[in-house]
């Protein structure tokens, strides 16, 4: 695992797509459509990693994997 798991979805509530950061407390972002939300969510990332350095917070190691991929493995 060298990075992240990002989740991608669909949000009727928000008429948008939402990605998010499982392992990155509340790191989130949306977009019209998934690319945009990926793009979004990766500046989300940077600017929650580079938050939580400059504050002296820990940064959680990449560890969230989704029920099926931890079964194919």
Partial sequence: MSDYHINIFYSDEDGAY????PDLES????????????AEVERAKA???????ESGKPIPPPRYRPAIYQATV
């Avoid at 939402?18 to 950061?21: L, N, R, T």
């Fill in 27 to 38: 790191c989130s972002a949306l977009g019209a459509t998934p690319e945009e939300a990926l």
């Fill in 47 to 53: 600017a929650w990693l580079e938050a939580a350095r």
């Fill in 18 to 21: 939402i990605a998010d950061i």
